[in-house]
């Protein structure tokens, strides 16, 4: 684990409100550069990621890299004095993080406009299925249905099969990635400017995946081409694709422009290639994508997955073995980049995790605690933060509020 430091967002305090995946992502990638974040989670319940597997025992196995560097407090904001709580946690927040339904926060009396007059220069980060705007705002958004909604599930898979979602939720963690952008570029916003206000930051979990098929959109636009499902990167570039090797294992291959198939028919000792009106450009090889294939796969089968791998690793071609997370455990890169540490857990003593990235030369991001027990910094914050009394504290917990 990195050594513990502050990291380029130290001093900056966001409250996250949200549950599951995509905005308590973007919080975390907060946290591990530094930003104070507690999260208020529902007293005797949590975020619901708590109980989303996989699991070791009755152990969630998400919960350590998802809710690292945070702190947890209990707190029911739908109650009046939970409210009153709340807004004195506002008054010393930079940024909240929501994800409810859109109109929820409002419902309760505690939207922007109501925030805004406890503390002005509040960053308000939202994220919903289909944004705060628009004939879908109010349906329920998660994010497998939001990938398909976002034209990326057509183009997956193979055309003579259904469409194929991401077996994993893709869409979330890009959207947290997207959502942690929009936050550091509002507060630089704020704190550049004379006025010093806050603003609201908002997305729909589609619109993130949609952003990055502007291909698809230009494409459509200008040819009337509605791209169908297809593997790997159809129609870009040939030879592409994933390729079986003599040992039974895989390989993924690009050779996205010329001069790197170049390099590769040099490995392959099929210079001829470069030669025929066939094969020496990518778009004259799209067109005879079907032979190019046929020689390259035919070429790959003769090598094991090392060999291959090593070879055109020496010839500069982009290849990259496929891995497992088995390999990646054994791998010395994943280890030399520390993308890989360890996290304490108060039962299951030590949890690997994925490292802090990016990384910063200057402050450096870490991993400074473990992820939370439920209401572990209920003192801290209370106590602490807010002045209350043990008394008060005490009552709180007796109403259910915190």
């Known amino acids: 684990m990195s050594k513990v430091n502050f990291g380029p967002l130290t001093g900056v305090k966001i409250l996250d409100i949200s549950t599951m995946i995509a905005a308590p992502f973007g919080a975390t990638l907060l946290a591990d550069f530094g930003a104070d974040v507690t999260k208020i989670e529902l007293p005797g319940k949590g975020d619901t990621l708590r109980t ?3 699991w070791k025992g009755e152990e969630g196995l998400r919960w350590p890299g998802l809710a690292r560097n945070k ?3 209990t707190l029911d904001i739908r109650t009046e004095d939970g409210k009153k709580l709340f807004k004195k946690l506002i008054a010393q927040s930079d940024v909240l993080v929501e994800n409810f339904r859109p109109g929820t926060m409002e419902k309760w009396g505690l939207g922007y406009e109501e925030l805004k007059e406890v503390n002005p220069e509040l960053i308000m980060s939202r994220v919903s299925g289909y944004g705060q705007t628009g004939p879908y705002s109010e349906k329920a958004g998660f994010g497998t249905p939001g990938t398909a909604f976002s034209g990326h599930t057509a183009i997956q898979g193979y055309p003579d099969r259904p469409p194929v979602s991401p077996s994993y939720s893709l869409l979330d963690y890009i959207t947290g990635v997207y959502m942690a952008l929009a936050t550091v570029s509002a507060l630089y916003n704020r704190d550049v400017n004379e006025d010093g206000e806050g603003q609201i930051v908002e997305m729909g979990l589609y619109e993130s995946i949609f952003r990055m098929l502007e291909f698809l959109v230009a494409e459509y636009d200008q040819n009337g081409k509605v791209r169908e499902r297809s593997p790997g990167l159809s129609g870009h570039s040939s030879p592409a694709g994933t390729y079986a090797t003599s040992d039974g294992k895989f390989v993924v291959l690009v050779t996205s422009t010329d001069s790197t198939f170049n390099r590769l028919a040099e490995a392959m000792e099929r210079t001829d290639m470069l030669e025929d009106d066939r094969y020496y450009t990518n778009s004259e090889r799209l067109k005879n ?5 046929e020689i390259v796969s035919n070429w ?5 997955q090392k060999e291959l791998t090593e070879k055109l690793d020496s010839f500069g071609v982009p290849i990259s073995p496929i891995y497992t997370i088995e390999d990646i455990f054994q791998d010395p890169h994943f280890k030399a980049r520390e993308n890989i540490v360890e996290v304490e857990h108060p039962r299951l003593g030590k949890v690997k995790v994925p490292g802090v990235v990016p990384k910063f030369s200057k402050t450096p991001g870490a991993i400074r605690h473990r992820a939370p ?6 003192d801290e914050i209370y106590s602490g933060s807010l002045g209350l009394s043990t008394e008060e504290v005490k009552q709180l917990k007796e109403k259910g509020i915190i």
């Open 52 to 54: 989303v597997g996989p």
């Open 373 to 378: 027990d439920l209401g572990e910094h209920n």
């Open 289 to 293: 994508d079907e032979q190019v294939q």
């Open 300 to 304: 790959i089968r003769k090598y094991t």
């Open 71 to 73: 702190k947890s407090i």
